[in-house]
């Protein structure tokens, strides 16, 4: 049984976010993930000339009434909301608390490749969670 982040960290998550999984078809997963899943994630601005400039922040699932997930057996579903969280304190400090605002377009990534696209929602601890480690 999956346990919150919330619970394990002691702190609410940075941000929330809608999102929805790419089909196979635009490019995917063959298979939805499960809680725990560890993308990393990229804002439209991290798409650089030189290359994808990803951010350590991992998503944790909410179910279809804004529950976390806690079947660890269950897929996700295919689209829904996440709380997102940036998983280096310093990171948060230094480069997140700037560039993260509601209405933002981003990304699930595994490496280079987009499987999922994002907006958020909903600003949550990103300005009073830790920002040292």
């Known amino acids: 049984m ?21 089909s196979q078809e ?4 063959k298979i939805l993930p499960r809680q725990g899943y560890r993308s990393d994630f990229a804002l439209e601005e991290d798409f650089l000339d030189t290359g994808i400039e990803l951010r350590v922040i991992h998503p944790e699932f909410e179910d279809e009434n804004g529950d976390i997930i806690i079947n660890e057996t269950r897929s996700v ?14 990171a948060r400090k230094q480069r997140h608390i700037h560039d993260i605002k509601v209405g933002l377009k981003g ?11 994002a907006e958020i929602i909903e600003i949550i601890g990103l300005f009073t969670n830790p920002r040292t480690e």
């Open 107 to 117: 990304y699930f990534m595994e490496g280079p490749r987009c499987v999922a696209e």
């Open 26 to 29: 635009e490019g995917g997963r």
């Open 77 to 90: 579903l295919e689209s829904g909301t996440a709380r997102m969280w940036i998983m280096f304190p310093k």
């Open 2 to 22: 999956w346990i919150s982040n919330e619970a394990n960290r002691g702190f609410p998550p940075d941000f929330k976010v809608k999102y929805r999984f790419f």
